[in-house]
């Protein structure tokens, strides 16, 4: 059974901190890029920052640059997410992601989703 457990979201006032963490289980994690997404209320959903795998090359949305930093950690099958000078438009739902294929004959490509982490971000 795959599983991706969002953890650390929390309240913090505007210009503070929090550290996202994503743990994967089920998947060969190694194969699947990882993202995180967020979605605010009434809004739809929206990259946030992504990381693949192999290189590990990452991508940002204008928003998230500067300010936010996504790491893995395929020994852990961790994927975590930095987000530094937090302001209330960060305030949101945040929802990890995998995206790969399990190998060994297996190359169907294959999305998972967490259940999501609020953010909120007020004084």
């Known amino acids: 059974q795959v599983q991706l457990v969002e953890s650390g979201g929390g309240l913090v006032r505007p210009g503070g901190s929090l550290r996202l963490t994503c743990t994967a289980s089920?998947?060969?994690?190694?194969?699947?890029?990882m993202s995180w997404y967020r979605q605010a209320l009434g809004q739809e959903r929206e990259l946030v920052a992504g990381?693949?795998?192999?290189?590990?090359?990452?991508k940002y949305a204008d928003s998230a640059k500067g300010r936010f930093t996504i790491s893995r950690d395929d020994a852990k099958s961790t994927v975590t997410l930095q987000m530094n000078s937090l302001n209330p438009e960060d305030t949101a739902v945040y929802y990890c992601?995998?995206?790969?294929?399990?190998?060994?004959?297996?190359?169907?490509?294959?999305?998972?989703w967490g259940q999501g982490t609020q953010v909120t971000v007020s004084s």
């Open positions: 089920g998947v060969t994690f190694e194969n699947y890029a």
């Open positions: 990381i693949g795998n192999i290189d590990q090359p990452t």
């Open positions: 992601n995998a995206m790969g294929y399990e190998g060994a004959g297996d190359y169907r490509v294959k999305t998972y």
